[in-house]
């Protein structure tokens, strides 16, 4: 793969050229590393457009490369201010540059990037971000937006192999030219940060939506912790803020903390504490109870109906159906399913479980007489179809349900519904 060649040898290098305050502008510094890196035998070509013209910073790659293999969005100024003084254009232009510029470029390389199945981007974001620093608000807020652009990327681009992380660096720059002193400057030197942007950067390297500390030759990984928290809600009880302060500190406590890293660990948790109230309240042995005396309490819940329920629908909404489960005019088979004029336009048969879904969920479900049905915790298992005649192009269908059957699995219920749609 070209990759490696392109990291290191062809790079378009991007800078408008301004002062650390954004101010001015000029083509003297990307000049200036496109010639270091074509004295070392690199192929390289400047670019100097602000990042808020991301198509044009990607275009001039592809010209002379003919493919994008890495971003590295490093474009930053400063607008330092303590929060109360922090004017709207301070404001604006520090996430337009640094955060809504580092979305105009990736998202102009991104397409490119998945098509050929590979892409390694890297954002910059900063310590300041990360911990907080003083008349930092607008930088701090952008820099750990890129963190979130970043987690997002990992997982929408790992399918197709692009992989995004993050680097808080600390090193001397423009940006920090006039604030460290030059010894200090010379020990933390952008050298000491590169190494990391490219092992990165390598087609090898497997890391994606990583963070990462660098300075001064010292790489170290950040990641989340939470604590394992405390349920402060009994289901048969309202939640309350004295609740809540009485379980503080079990709260905030980091012992055994977990380390979520996927938005699956996270509601994964939530779920937990949900099935953990519901079973501490005795939702299960309220259900079984309910559901195995309907007999003597009068309800009779298995082989209880329904109310039916009627529903006409037109072709627009047979093609809507077609259309949301992935027919597509690229599909000359698919034609028959979302063009009315089509000689052969039919409805697709399973079109009939939306009935059957909008009967049962329309109510019908809260309504069966001895059980207690919440519907946001309802989950649909699984559905099964039999058609006996196609489905008309459009007109009017009645649906029957009845229970057949209510099985107890301890911490919820399965429950059978028989339909019948005419
Ligand atoms: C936490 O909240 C629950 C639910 O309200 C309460 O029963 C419990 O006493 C609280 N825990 C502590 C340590 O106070
Ligand atoms: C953490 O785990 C240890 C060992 O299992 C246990 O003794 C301790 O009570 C746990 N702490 C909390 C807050 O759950
Ligand atoms: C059933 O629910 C009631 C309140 O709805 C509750 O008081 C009772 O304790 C529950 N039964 C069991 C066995 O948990
Ligand atoms: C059990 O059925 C009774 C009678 O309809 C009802 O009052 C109670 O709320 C039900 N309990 C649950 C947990 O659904």
């Avoid at 001039?60 to 971003?71: E, K, M, Q, S, Y």
């Avoid at 109906?305 to 093609?319: A, G, H, Q, R, V």
């Avoid at 009315?340 to 399973?350: A, H, I, K, R």
Wanted: aromatic residues 8%.
């Amino acid at each position: 793969m070209l990759c490696v060649l392109f990291v290191y040898f062809c790079i378009a290098v991007n800078d408008l050229g301004g002062d650390f305050m954004g101010v001015g502008k000029g083509s003297l510094a990307a000049d200036k590393v496109v010639e270091e890196i074509r004295r070392k035998g690199g192929r390289a070509v400047a670019n100097y457009d602000s990042v808020d013209a991301g198509e044009k910073v990607v275009k001039t790659a592809l010209d002379a490369f003919g493919r994008i293999d890495v971003v590295i969005n490093n474009a930053g100024i400063l607008r330092d201010r303590s929060f109360g003084r922090i004017s709207d254009e301070d404001w604006d232009i520090i996430q337009r540059v640094h955060l809504r510029g580092s979305f105009l470029v990736t998202r102009a390389a991104w397409d490119h990037m998945k098509k050929q199945k590979f892409g390694r981007i890297i954002m910059t974001s900063s310590a300041s971000g990360i911990y907080g620093n003083f008349g930092q608000a607008n930088y701090c807020a952008a820099k750990l937006g890129l963190l979130g652009l970043s987690n997002c990327l990992a997982v929408e681009g790992e399918k197709s192999n692009i992989h995004c992380n993050t680097i808080a660096p600390t090193a001397g720059s423009r940006l920090t030219q006039n604030i460290l002193p030059d010894d200090l400057l010379e020990a933390l030197k952008p050298d000491y940060v590169a190494p990391l942007v490219l092992w990165l950067c390598h087609e090898s390297c497997e890391e994606n939506g990583g963070l990462f500390e660098v300075g001064a030759g010292w790489i170290g990984k950040l990641r989340w912790e939470r604590t394992l928290g405390a349920i402060v809600r009994q289901r048969t009880q309202p939640m309350t803020p004295e609740a809540v302060k009485a379980n503080w500190t079990k709260i905030c406590d980091f012992d055994n903390a977990t380390k979520p890293q996927r938005i699956q660990d996270s509601i994964g948790g939530i779920i937990e504490a949900l099935n953990k109230i519901d079973s501490d309240g005795g939702v299960s042995a309220n259900h079984t109870s309910n559901v195995t005396s309907t007999a003597t309490s009068g309800f009779v819940t298995i082989g209880h109906k329904l109310p039916p329920f009627s529903s006409s629908y037109t072709e627009l909404d047979t093609i809507m159906y077609a259309l949301g489960v992935g027919a597509s005019l690229k599909e000359p088979k698919d034609l028959k399913f979302i063009y009315e004029g089509s000689s052969d336009f039919s409805c697709l048969p399973t079109f009939g479980v939306i009935l059957a879904q909008k009967s049962i969920m329309g109510g019908g479900l809260a309504e069966i007489p001895g059980l207690s049905v919440n519907l946001a915790k309802v989950l649909l298992g699984e559905q099964y179809l039999e058609l006996y005649k196609p489905l008309p192009r459009a007109g009017k269908l009645k649906c029957e349900a009845i229970v057949a059957d209510v099985l107890d699995k301890g911490s919820g219920l399965i429950m059978l519904m028989d339909g019948a749609d005419e």
